[in-house]
T-cell receptor
Framework: NAGVTQTPKFQVLKTGQSMTLQCAQDMNHEYMSWYRQDPGMGLRLIHYSVGAGITDQGEVPNGYNVSRSTTEDFPLRLLSAAPSQTSVYFC?????????????FGSGTRLTVV | SQKIEQNSEALNIQEGKTATLTCNYTNYSPAYLQWYRQDPGRGPVFLLLIRENEKEKRKERLKVTFDTTLKQSLFHITASQPADSATYLCAPSGAGSYQLTFGKGTKLSVIP
């Protein structure tokens, strides 16, 4: 099992550009989520999904879109990148849709918006 | 609003000693509390989950306690080693919640 795979590992964007961060898991997990991690702020939840076709907002959803067409994939879209979105982004999945089970995280995407 | 505090941003201890990290929470009553380890440039790795009806949980050299009266969890690493150096994150959550909220973490350095 590869676990949770995130691509790309690094990305530099210009302000106003769009891009999609990819996340895929091969563990047949129903639950997937996106976090961003900033110095001094810790991990903050952006969006999450409890299954294919179902998504919901987390703590900091503005500026980000998600969709969940398959169990395996949960891409995160930045429609018009802003410098405030410079961060490290982590995708995580969970075998159980509740928080009574440990999460598996990807290795992250480091995004810089200039 | 809900608040999670981890005792200090950094903790230095001597190799072989027991490291104790603290996670305090306010304004909610979690049913579960998770602990993660994060190394620089890597994603968090799940270590342990403890439930509100469990006082203590162990895994090898790790021990977690959960005191719902004090609203606190303690994370212990016994016989610490330099390889235990990392940032440790706690994440309390409520029953039926789909959102896991993390503390800012404590950076542990084990000095040889």
């Amino acid at each position: 099992n590869a676990g949770v795979t995130q691509t790309p590992k690094f990305q530099v964007l210009k302000t106003g550009q769009s891009m999609t961060l990819q996340c895929a898991q091969d563990m047949n997990h129903e639950y997937m989520s996106w976090y961003r991690q900033d110095p001094g702020m810790g991990l903050r939840l952006i969006h999450y999904s409890v299954g294919a076709g179902i998504t919901d907002q987390g703590e900091v959803p503005n500026g980000y879109n998600v969709s969940r067409s398959t169990t395996e994939d949960f891409p995160l879209r930045l429609l018009s990148a802003a410098p405030s979105q410079t961060s490290v982004y982590f995708c995580a999945s969970n075998a159980n849709s509740g928080t009574n089970y440990g999460y598996t995280f990807g290795s992250g995407t480091r995004l810089t918006v200039v | 609003s809900q608040k999670i505090e981890q005792n200090s941003e950094a903790l230095n201890i001597q190799e072989g000693k027991t490291a104790t990290l603290t996670c305090n929470y306010t304004n909610y009553s979690p049913a579960y509390l998770q602990w993660y380890r994060q190394d620089p440039g890597r994603g968090p790795v799940f270590l342990l989950l403890i439930r509100e009806n469990e006082k203590e949980k162990r895994k090898e050299r790790l021990k977690v306690t959960f005191d719902t009266t004090l609203k606190q969890s303690l994370f212990h690493i016994t016989a610490s080693q330099p390889a235990d150096s990392a940032t440790y994150l706690c994440a309390p959550s409520g029953a039926g919640s789909y959102q896991l909220t993390f503390g800012k973490g404590t950076k542990l350095s084990v000095i040889p």
